[in-house]
């Protein structure tokens, strides 16, 4: 504290103030800084301008946080200077000017800009923390804002000669205010960012710190990751020399980054997607470049890791850099591009990647420290100051200009505004003079101008940095600011405001050129990261594919840096400047050291003296008068008399000095110095102080008496409750003791009474018992009496018995055994009768069943028969009631149209008027007319802003009123309607539209009774303003049962009672629970409800302007398609009027002739006599031929010629070229579509030989719809001649035709006199004269053929030529490319969806959900589709498998999603849909979304549905890749799914369906069988590949694997990893076979094998295979792994497996025919291959098949001559091959090959011959006996490898050579070194062209193939169908040298 106490005591050297120097000059104001200098004094005031010295070194206690509060409310000149001064009068000056406030930090480089800054930014920071320390804000704001310095600091400063740390970019800190003086948020502002450092840097500077910092910086583990080494390997970083610096810590700043990057909320993948992206620039710093048939990059290693490190295919980056594509004709044209301008290409990557980049994390900042709706800002510029070096390139160019620019706005506001203000006010003031540079930034930014010539230069492709000079100095060698150079060199020089700096061309035009391409654009965004694309993502491509229009010129670099800085002068005019010129002391950055030529320099540019000089004359205060009254009344008292607010500014200032030196008095404003002001704002102060404790005292008096008042009431209030209180209680108490009492005596009495009554209950019971045991005793006594006398009754019948047992005993012994017996007997009996009547009862039952079985079933047969007759009854009924109904409709319609020609009778003086009574043809479509009209004009739509569009109007652009309407139909009467003419369009409603929407919802909660507060009633809801009625019906008297206000509602969410498509409506009182149909209709109400809710007064206006909607109207008319209106005399309508349209009439009668002529008058301002556009409008116009496809209301096909005008919005279509009857018009917007032109027209429409007409020499078919051409009829004159064509116009229906007649010659044997026109009743005759339709005539030229495609309609248009097609092509998708992009809501809610995710806003993205159903799974069916697809019919080979239009299979599919569970087998199901995603490239987001929506929300994750949807997204995933705002939706739905539901089956298909998204990769083919069930197990599948000899092997891959990684692991497989040539996979069947691209995706070459294997069981298998040019007799097809590039066939050792490649490729081409041999060594090598196969010949050995050792095609075609090498020739008269064909011609040979159908016919006809030729190879087999295999193979090879252009691969191709050096049919031989020409079957060469003459080759068309050698004249052009076979081979070995010549390992 003390020290700082000495700081600001510390006696000040010199003065404080410059303003206040006595001896005014340069030599006193460097004297005064220098004095202040050396004492440590750095900072000097000019008035309010701070000036600032560098002094190299810390300076203790200078900044401490207790000079901060010591100048906190402090005014400027209370304390010593201070840069903390500037801050705080910058902050306090917000509340006393109300406006916001800007730092200007200026000065050259190195004169301490950016700690300036910083320590500004400090400075406020502590204040607004002081501030929130008191109101309790948090003050995360202040520190997030000095934390993002180290980031700004790392990637956009660097060291320069003069500064370690020098910004190289510009930038606006602004700080947003409370209102209570809290930091509530900020921005930061960039500009003019350096880009050219990344790419190259002066020596000894270095590039941005960030770089260094990386490398030195990071861990290994990143370093590893990223591929970084030594920062010496990177060109981007070591080309100016310095890499190190000791004044710089890197390790430290990488430390500080990373730290700062994870303090601005950036997670770990975008911090290392950073990082990822700056290793990728160093990489591509890297790249180099050979010629090689063009630029080639020299190291594809280097390639792949910049490649990996942006996630971009390293093939499409090599091509992007080295070759340029243009778009002619619908055809993408590739140039090579040379070494030059492949090195600009990869620097303009590098420099755009770090820009976007640098801007990204710019806005993740802004992002962090977003503003809130603030009081007012502070913002500080630190932007790079003026530079002078040694050699001054373009980037000093481009500073100074800036700094230029801010000089500029620095003399603006110190002297030029100042001084016109003292002029303007009529002050006593002289003029000081100061150095303008106005006439300097002339020169740089004016017409002609130095950067309009750099950049004209720029863009001229033959443009050097030579010829860039010369037109500056030949245009401003007199400008006196410009300087030439005496000696001729590469320099020129600007006189700057800071002296004479002179520029190095060199370079120049290079640096300027943005070489950024759209082909490095389109790689870039393809690229998988969505980091990368996100930095690209609104970068659009430069140029459209149109050749009518001039490509957009690209903006160049300087153009790019000065609309910068134009953006940030616009900014900073907006605020209140503050000023700080920072100056350097010395140029060596040492401390204590002063150079005083070095600063004074600076203080003579900068303006100082004049400063100085403006700031001590001058007056910098100034108020209005009445601002200056209201701030200082308080010092005004009350004794000022005058009322006039500039006599009490007089008389207040006057008191305070009274000489006017510090003050004086303008016209409207007060002039003070800043001194006085000073003084009046202490004074003020404290007079406020004063008045405030005055008021302060009196208030809290005030305070206190009503707080001593209301204690009083209170007290009195509690007594009197407290008495209250005591006398209840006492009552209670008593009232409680009296109940108490009354209780205990009533229980006293029941008690006593109880008593009583129990003992009588006793006595009665005692009663009863007794009574009950005297009977007991009796009854037991008489018992025992009986007993007794039964027990001597038994003893008297027992001796009885005894004795008469004795006498009987023998009798009864045998007639008891009788009895038993027949006892026995009976009882069997008896058993069987039982179960016979049993037996019976059953039978019997069965028989009742029966019969009431038969009987129900009678009667139900009975009913049956009976109900079948009453349906008879009733369809007979029926029948006949249709029947009737067709007679009365049919009876209609001709009454209707006699009415109509009636009608018509009484338009025909009106209609004259408007000079068109032949061209309408009313009753031509009559009898297609409707009530209500609900249907428009042929060009008509229901949406005026998208099928009808016609122009506004200037007068009238809205008309609405009642009318009555008779428009025909079937009952022609008149109904009233309400009419709306909005936006060019008539719509007519049932009634005046009042309600925002209506319609009938479920309701339950909110009513008045019980029921319907727990029911649920079916309402009629209509929402009128801001009122929700609910009604009973909707009848116009239903009663209201209710009124919801919207706007005093609480909150309108979704339901939470379990119903789908539910919402609640949450009042102060209830909640309103609403369920709607369907999903659809619940997110319309939820979207009016919620709008009207959040709507104020003018949006409720427009939300019911908008209620007049064609969608909610009965019927519409587009005004476009009116040809009149006319006033109309109806004795019973006076006010009637008539519209008439091509199609139908509309009769209108108005309430009184006010209404009908404004009507008219509204309806006919658009039609007003002939049309006209201004030459602006027209984009093109012309006569088109049109053909409408059919739509439902006029089925079949019509052709018209008609004039067409295409302007900015439309297609308008008129009947004549004078524009006063258009027909209508076709909207264009974003969904509509063009194809391209078809020359294929006459296979398209197919019209009979017989009927095309000779015109010219061009033949074309009639026109017209068939059934029309049918219906007409032509008339012939028998005497004249024909010399011309007629039109013949469509008849009325009881009318004669009316001709225009021409003549035509027509000969007799004209191709139009045919059978069938005789069929048509026409007679021919030598001299007839024909009339027909003149759209024939006009047809003849309309050979190309394009398509619109509308919302309702497709029309095909004919021109006559090509070019014009194209144009018409062009021009139309360009103002389609024009239109907005059309979201759905789908779209609008997964772009909410992001940003809540990117925020974190997880109950935000809960409630999206809540909110609308469209998102989650719903049981409703699908009405539209989720995205915007294309309209129109799709026009392709697709319409052969069923398509229709997009829209259609869109919902077509979301119905399959939803029933997937009920499918026995999904695998037909799952094809389908990844088929049509296929076919119809535009589904394939719509579907991915349809699978999101149906698998969220989904309440058994586990559930068959979900499981089946979750399959077909996993196929989908693996097969198509979505476009990338559907990407992210789809990764954010997976993951989120996951968290929701972890440990589930469906988080494990997300889990596979998000690493797939991962890795998939473009596919050709859906998915074959196989590979779905691999999916759908979530594994890998195996697949096969063959090699010679019959081998194989399984590989695993997935769906994403490509050739290149299968080569890769069968070479590391088979241990070839030191082979000398190249392998590849390929596609064979037999001997056809197709090289497999290194990037083709494997499964998708296995899907086309099952494709075409499907084919083969369909029968077609040998057409169809040969189609696609890889057929061989419809053998399988395999994948095969053989050699593809020969890089040296004479080194591989014979005992290695390369070796046995290379026999069998060897011998696949001798067999071929590929190979130059005689028919003696073919022979030959026939039979060493048979001797390697088999071994020794042993008797009866044959061969049967020829085609496997021996070239057959040979047989069929002789060569003319054989050449030998290797083999001795011997001549022979008669050779082998002397068959059946020796005696055949050559023609007769050819007729033969040409008429044979089938290859057994060729075999027969050569049979001798090839029994000759297998009886030769016989003979030779048998002199090779006792040969070893290996032996016979080592002399095969040998023979081959004497050939010395071994290891070519032939082509046969067609030449064509204007100049003939070349036989027409060749071979194409293409090796390792060259490209060479043989004549078939020569070995030797007719011509060589190695790859370094070769500057270009391609297929500019199908099947051409070019190549341009350097030193020939022509071309060489190529005919043949393996233009891609050749392409791919040359770029390999292409390839091969490039890495050859680096001497990069393979």
Request: proline share 4%; with cysteine.
């Amino acid at each position: 504290m003390a020290e700082t106490v000495k700081i600001l005591q510390a006696p000040q050297a010199g003065l404080s103030d410059m303003a206040k120097l006595q001896d005014l000059n340069v030599e006193s104001i460097l004297e005064n800084i220098r004095q202040r200098f050396e004492a440590d004094q750095i900072y000097t005031y000019i008035g309010s301008i701070l000036a600032a010295v560098n002094p190299y070194k810390t300076i203790p206690n200078l900044y401490d946080f207790e000079v901060m509060e010591a100048y906190d409310k402090r005014h400027i000149g209370d304390l010593p200077p201070h840069i903390y001064a500037i801050a705080n009068d910058t902050y306090y000056s917000m509340w006393k000017q109300t406006a916001n406030q800007c730092v200007l930090i200026s000065g050259e480089s190195g004169a301490g800009k950016t700690e300036s800054t910083k320590f500004i930014l400090n400075y406020l920071s502590k204040m607004s923390q002081a501030s929130a320390v008191e109101t309790g804000n948090d003050v995360s704001v202040e520190k997030c804002i000095l934390q993002s310095s180290p980031i700004l600091e790392a990637f956009g400063n660097a060291k320069t000669v003069y500064n370690n740390n020098s910004s190289r970019f510009g930038k606006f800190i602004q700080l947003a205010f409370s209102s209570r003086g809290v930091i509530e948020g900020g921005k930061v502002q960039d500009y003019l960012l350096e880009k050219n450092r990344v790419v190259g840097q002066n020596p000894g500077e270095r590039n941005y710190h960030i770089f260094y910092a990386l490398i030195l910086g990071a861990p290994d583990e990143m370093k590893q990751k990223l591929g970084l080494g030594a920062p010496e390997k990177y060109k981007y970083i070591n080309q100016s020399g310095c890499i190190k610096d000791p004044n710089i810590n890197d390790q430290q700043i990488f430390s500080e980054v990373n730290e700062a990057l994870k303090d601005m909320k950036l997670n770990d993948e975008q911090v290392s997607d950073v990082f990822e992206l700056l290793g990728a620039i160093l990489h591509i710093g890297n790249l180099d470049f050979i010629t090689a048939g063009g630029a080639q990059v020299s190291s594809m290693s280097v390639l792949k890791q910049a490649a990996d490190l942006l996630s971009v295919d390293e093939y499409q980056l090599a091509n992007a850099l080295t070759e340029k594509t243009r778009l002619l004709r619908g055809e993408l044209i590739s140039t090579p591009l040379d070494e030059h301008q492949a090195r600009d290409s990869r620097d303009s990557l590098a420099m755009n990647l770090y820009a976007r980049c640098f801007h990204w994390i710019i806005s993740r900042i802004n992002v962090r420290i977003r503003t809130k709706p603030t009081f007012h800002s502070v913002g500080v510029l630190d932007i790079f100051g003026f530079e002078n070096f040694e050699v001054n390139r373009f980037e000093q160019f481009n500073i100074n200009f800036a700094n230029e620019k801010l000089q500029e706005y620095f003399n603006k506001h110190i002297f030029s505004l100042e001084q016109h203000e003292y002029n303007a006010e009529g002050l006593d003031w002289v003029d000081i003079d100061w150095q303008d540079n106005g006439e300097c930034l002339d020169l740089i930014v004016r017409k002609l101008g130095l950067l309009s010539l750099i950049d004209e230069e720029s863009r001229f492709p033959k443009g050097t940095d030579g010829t860039m000079l010369d037109k500056l100095h030949s245009n401003h060698a007199k400008n006196g600011f410009y300087i030439k150079p005496r000696v001729n060199n590469s320099k020129f020089g600007i006189k700057h405001y800071a002296g004479d700096v002179f520029y190095e061309t060199t370079g120049f035009l290079e640096k300027n050129r943005d070489t950024f391409r759209d082909e490095m654009l389109t790689t870039i965004k393809e690229s998988r990261s969505d980091f990368i694309y996100d930095l690209f993502e609104d970068m659009q491509e430069s140029s459209q594919p149109n050749a009518a229009k001039k490509n957009r010129k690209k903006p160049t670099v300087s153009s790019q840096f000065q609309e910068s800085l134009h953006s940030l002068m616009s900014t900073l005019s907006a605020c209140n400047p503050y000023f700080v010129r920072c100056i350097k002391p010395n140029s060596t950055k040492a401390p204590n050291a002063f150079e005083k030529t070095l600063t004074l320099n600076q203080l003579r540019y900068s303006g100082m003296l004049e400063t100085v000089k403006i700031r001590r004359a001058g007056f910098p205060v100034r108020r209005l008068f009445d601002d200056f009254v209201r701030r200082y009344r308080p010092l005004l008292g009350k004794d000022t008399q005058s009322s006039h607010s500039q006599h009490k500014c007089i008389s207040l200032l006057s008191s305070y000095e009274s000489t006017n030196q510090k003050w004086q008095i303008g016209r409207t404003k007060v002039f003070l110095k800043e001194d006085l002001e000073i003084k009046l704002e202490r004074d003020r102060a404290e007079r406020v102080e004063t008045l405030v404790t005055k008021a302060k005292a009196c208030f809290k008096g005030y305070l206190a008496r009503k707080a001593y008042k209301a204690t009083v009431a209170k007290i009195v209030f509690v007594q009197k409750y407290c008495r209250m209180y005591r006398q209840r209680r006492r009552f209670l108490n008593l009232k409680d003791a009296t109940i108490t009492l009354q209780r205990y005596e009533r229980g006293r009495k029941a008690r006593q009474l109880f008593h009583v009554m129990m003992e009588e209950r006793r006595l009665e019971e005692e009663r009863k018992r007794e009574e009950q045991r005297r009977r007991a005793e009796e009854e037991q006594r008489e018992l025992e009496r009986l007993k007794a006398e039964a027990k001597l009754r038994e003893l008297e019948e027992l001796q009885a018995k005894l004795e008469e047992e004795a006498r009987i005993k023998a009798e009864e012994e045998a007639a008891q055994k009788k009895r038993e017996e027949e006892e026995r007997q009976r009882v069997l009996q008896k058993a069987k009768a039982i179960e016979t009547a049993k037996r019976l009862e059953e039978e019997q039952a069965k028989i009742r069943a029966e019969e009431e079985r038969l009987k129900l079933e009678n009667e139900l047969r009975i009913r049956r028969e009976e109900e079948a007759l009453r349906l008879e009854k009733e369809e007979a009924e029926r029948l006949v009631e249709e029947k009737r109904l067709e007679e009365e409709v049919r009876r209609r319609e001709e009454e209707l149209a006699y009415a109509m020609q009636q009608v018509m009778t009484h338009f025909d003086d009106s209609i004259a008027q408007l000079n068109s009574p032949s061209d309408l043809n009313l009753d031509k479509y009559y009898g297609d007319m409707f009530e209500e009209a609900d249907q428009d004009s042929e060009y008509q739509d229901d949406d005026p802003d998208e099928d009808s569009v016609s122009r506004k109007s200037d007068d009238l652009q809205y008309w609405e009123g009642y009318l009555n309407m008779k428009c025909g139909g079937m009952v022609n009467t008149w109904k009233k309607r309400y009419c709306v003419l909005r936006d060019e369009t008539l719509m007519w409603f049932r009634a005046k539209q009042e309600a925002l929407k209506s319609g009938w919802l479920m309701k339950k909660g909110g009513g008045t009774s019980t029921l319907s507060r727990r029911n649920w009633r079916k309402r009629f809801f209509v929402l009128k303003g801001i009122e929700l009625a609910y009604y009973e019906s909707d009848s116009d008297g239903a009663p209201c049962k209710g009124i919801i206000n919207i706007k005093q509602t609480k909150d309108i969410l979704d339901s939470s009672f379990g119903r789908e498509s539910s919402l609640d409506i949450i009042t102060d009182k209830r909640t309103y629970h609403i369920v709607a149909d369907n999903a659809d209709d619940l997110s319309e109400w939820f979207s009016i409800l919620m709008r009207v809710k959040n709507a104020n007064e003018y949006e409720l206006k427009q939300m019911q302007d908008e209620d007049a909607n064609p969608k909610n109207a009965i019927g519409t008319l587009d005004v476009a398609v009116i040809d009149s209106v006319v006033p109309v005399h109806l004795q019973t309508k006076p006010n009637a009027f008539a519209i008439i349209t091509a199609e139908r009439v509309f009769n209108m009668s108005a309430d009184s002739p006010e209404d009908m002529n404004g009507w008219l008058k509204a309806l006919t301002q658009y039609h007003k006599g002939q049309r006209t556009y201004s030459k602006e409008e027209i984009l093109m116009s012309g006569w088109l031929t049109k053909e409408n496809t059919g739509t439902i209301s006029r089925p079949g096909i019509t052709r018209k010629k008609r004039y067409f005008i295409l302007t900015s919005h439309s297609l308008d279509i008129y009947k004549s070229v004078d524009l006063q009857h258009k027909l209508g018009a076709i909207a264009l917007n974003r969904l509509c579509s063009v194809t391209v032109p078809d020359d294929k027209m006459f296979k398209e429409i197919d019209y009979p030989p017989e009927l095309v007409i000779m015109n010219g020499n061009r033949r074309s078919p009639p026109s017209g719809n068939p059934e029309s051409n049918r219906r007409s009829s032509f008339s012939f004159g028998r005497k004249s001649s024909i010399s011309g064509l007629a039109t013949l116009s469509r008849p009325r229906s009881n009318s004669r035709p009316y001709v225009r007649d021409y003549d035509l010659p027509l000969p007799t044997n004209s191709p139009v006199a045919s059978p069938t026109m005789r069929r048509r009743k026409l007679s021919w005759g030598k001299k007839s004269k024909i009339k027909m339709d003149l759209r024939t005539a006009m047809f003849q030229g309309g050979t190309w053929k394009f398509t619109i495609h509308s919302r309702r309609y497709s029309y095909n248009l004919f021109t006559p030529s090509n070019d014009e097609a194209w144009k018409w092509t062009y021009a139309i998708q360009e103002v389609i490319d024009s239109k907005p992009p059309i979201e759905t809501p789908s779209q609008i809610l997964i772009k909410e969806l992001r940003e809540a995710s990117l925020n974190g806003y997880n109950d935000e993205i809960d409630k999206i959900y809540k909110l609308n159903p469209i998102l989650r799974n719903v049981p409703y069916m699908l009405k539209s589709p989720l995205l915007p697809l294309p309209y129109g019919q799709i026009m392709s080979s697709n319409l052969d498998k069923g398509y229709t239009t997009l829209q259609d299979e869109a919902v077509k599919i979301f119905n399959v999603l939803q029933g997937s569970e009920q499918l026995p087998d999904p695998m037909p199901v799952i094809q389908g849909i990844l088929q049509t995603c296929q076919d119809l490239k535009p589904l394939q987001d719509e579907v991915y979304c349809q699978l999101v929506k149906q698998t969220t929300w989904v309440k058994d994750a586990d559930n068959l549905n979900n499981l089946r949807n979750w399959q077909i997204l996993c196929c989908m995933c693996c097969t198509f890749i979505p476009s990338r705002s559907i990407l992210r939706y789809v990764r954010f739905h997976i993951k989120r799914q996951v968290e929701l539901s972890p440990k589930t089956q469906m988080a494990a298909y997300a889990g596979y369906a998000l690493e797939a998204l991962k890795r998939t990769r473009t596919r050709e083919f859906v998915p074959s069988r196989d590979e779905i069930i691999a999916i759908l197990g979530r594994r890998d599948m195996n697949a096969t590949v063959f090699c010679h000899g019959g081998g194989s092997c399984q590989i695993s891959i997935n769906s994403s694997t490509t050739a290149g990684q299968v080569i890769h692991t069968l070479v590391k497989g088979m241990n070839l990893d030191s082979c000398y040539n190249r392998f590849s996979l390929y596609e064979k069947s037999g001997l056809v076979e197709k090289a497999i691209d290194d990037r083709s995706v494997v499964a998708d070459i296995l899907a086309k094998f099952e494709s075409q294997n499907a084919q083969n069981d369909d029968g077609n298998k040998d057409s169809r295979f040969r189609a696609r040019g890889l057929s061989d007799r419809g053998k399988p097809w395999q994948l095969f792994f053989k050699l593809f590039c020969f890089l040296d066939t004479q080194s591989v050792k014979p005992d290695s497996i390369e070796y046995s490649f290379l026999f069998e490729q060897a011998h696949e081409e001798v067999i071929r025919g590929k190979f130059p041999a005689t028919d003696e060594q073919l022979i030959h090598l026939s039979a060493l291959r048979m001797q390697f196969d088999k071994g020794d010949y042993v008797h009866g050995d044959w061969i049967n098949d020829l085609t496997e050792v021996y070239p057959v095609d040979r047989l069929k075609v002789k060569p003319k001559e054989d050449n030998d090498f290797g083999f001795q020739q011997r001549d022979r008269k008669d050779t082998f091959i002397s068959g059946t064909l020796r005696g055949i011609g050559e023609k007769t040979l050819k007729r033969l090959q040409k008429s044979a159908s089938d290859d057994n016919i060729l075999e027969s006809v050569y049979r001798d011959d090839v029994s000759a030729t297998i009886t030769a190879i016989i003979d030779k087999w048998r002199t090779l006996k006792g040969t070893s295999a290996e032996r016979a193979q080592n002399i095969y090879m040998s023979f081959m490898r004497s050939w010395k252009y071994f290891g070519s691969r032939l082509f046969e191709v067609e030449c064509h050579d204007g100049r003939q050096t070349y036989p027409k049919n060749i071979w194409l031989s293409v090796n390792k070194s060259m490209v060479a020409v043989h004549k078939i079957n020569d070995p030797n060469p007719l011509d060589e062209f190695p790859y370094e003459k070769i500057l270009s080759f391609g297929a500019p068309i199908p099947n051409e193939y070019k190549i341009i050698v350097e030193g020939r004249r022509s071309e060489l052009t190529f005919d043949t169908t393996e233009v891609f076979e050749i392409a791919k081979l040359m770029k390999a070995y292409i390839n091969e040298i490039v890495k050859k010549r680096n001497m990069i390992p393979a």
